[in-house]
């Protein structure tokens, strides 16, 4: 992507986990571009694609105040690894302009010596923990290194912030949330991830157990992720979730596997 920041849109955004949108919504910036290559990303054009605007630095600073000033709960990068220079420098800028929590929204795929910049600057960790097997991170995102960095990468991201606190209204201020998106023929590898979490985080981590897994018609898809995940596969996954002890977490009914809780990639707002 180069040095320069490209984003796609910056909105309230009202489909994240409850304590992340609230009732004012998520304060969402959607970055362009990204470091993996998932064939079945639910935003493709702006990931694989190239839709997207050039914003300065400063242009960046001024969104997140627009943001905050719409009501945001919180500031929403969405998708911002490769643009970490840029977004740090942002984060400096607005040191005693914004009071409210700035979230590192990303795929997992981080350097831990990148993470560490951002000490200080980001109280919410919302990762993605995709895959533990090699075969499945190449086939699926061009990446076979994908779990060697992302388990890493949310251990320094707990070091950093820890467990899930709470405001007043219930919104988060703090803490690390793990996603993980449950894929068709994939359980097996679900079922690892829960397990290596239950082994190397502690007690009071919160986990995203996500259901929505969308097939897109114009996708060029591996035949294994054609059809939506069934009610069996999740079922097996959130039994192991309750089975390991998780004390803290959201699950989601499937009807949540559904193109209209995507956002439209119109250059709003930036």
Same mark, same amino acid.
């Given at each position: @992507? ?13 489909f994240e986990e409850p304590i992340? +949108? ?6 969402? $910036?959607?970055? +362009?571009?990204? *470091? ?10 702006? +990931? ?7 914003? &300065? ?6 969104i997140y105040k627009e943001l ?15 643009? &970490? ?23 997992? #795929? ?13 109280? $919410? ?6 895959? @533990?097997?090699?075969?499945? +991170? ?22 950093? $912030? ?8 219930? $919104? ?22 829960? #397990? ?13 157990? @996500? ?5 897109? *018609? ?15 596969? #999740? ?6 979730? #309750? ?28």
């Amino acid at each position: @992507m180069g040095q320069a920041v490209f984003a796609a849109r910056a909105m309230l955004h009202y489909f994240e986990e409850p304590i992340i +949108s609230g009732t004012r919504g998520s304060g969402t $910036v959607f970055f +362009s571009g990204c *470091p993996l290559r998932c064939c079945f990303c639910q935003n493709y054009p702006i +990931s694989h694609g190239g839709m997207g605007k050039e914003i &300065s630095v400063e242009r960046l600073t001024e969104i997140y105040k627009e943001l905050q000033g719409q009501g945001a709960h919180n500031i929403n990068l969405v998708n911002p690894t490769h643009f &970490s220079c840029a977004i740090l420098e942002s984060l400096e800028r607005s040191r005693g302009d914004i009071t409210i929590p700035f979230v590192w929204n990303s795929s997992g #795929y981080e350097r831990v010596e990148t993470l560490k910049c951002f000490e200080g600057h980001i109280q $919410v960790y919302l990762p993605d923990l995709k895959y @533990m097997s090699p075969a499945l +991170s190449a086939l699926y995102s061009g990446a076979r290194d994908y779990f060697d960095y992302a388990g890493k990468a949310i251990l320094e991201m707990y070091r950093q $912030v820890g467990p899930v606190c709470l405001n007043a209204e219930g $919104v988060i201020e703090k803490g690390l949330i793990i996603r993980h998106l449950v894929l068709p023929n994939a359980t097996h590898d679900s079922i690892k991830l829960l #397990y290596w979490m239950k082994e190397n985080l502690p007690d009071d981590i919160t986990i995203s157990l @996500m259901g929505q897994y969308t097939p897109f *018609p114009d996708h060029k898809l591996p035949k294994g992720l054609q059809r939506k995940l069934t009610s069996r596969e #999740y079922g097996l996954v959130v039994e192991t979730l #309750y089975k390991l002890g998780f004390k803290y977490g959201f699950i989601q009914d499937l009807e949540s596997a559904s193109t209209s809780y995507t956002p439209q990639f119109d250059l709003t707002g930036v």
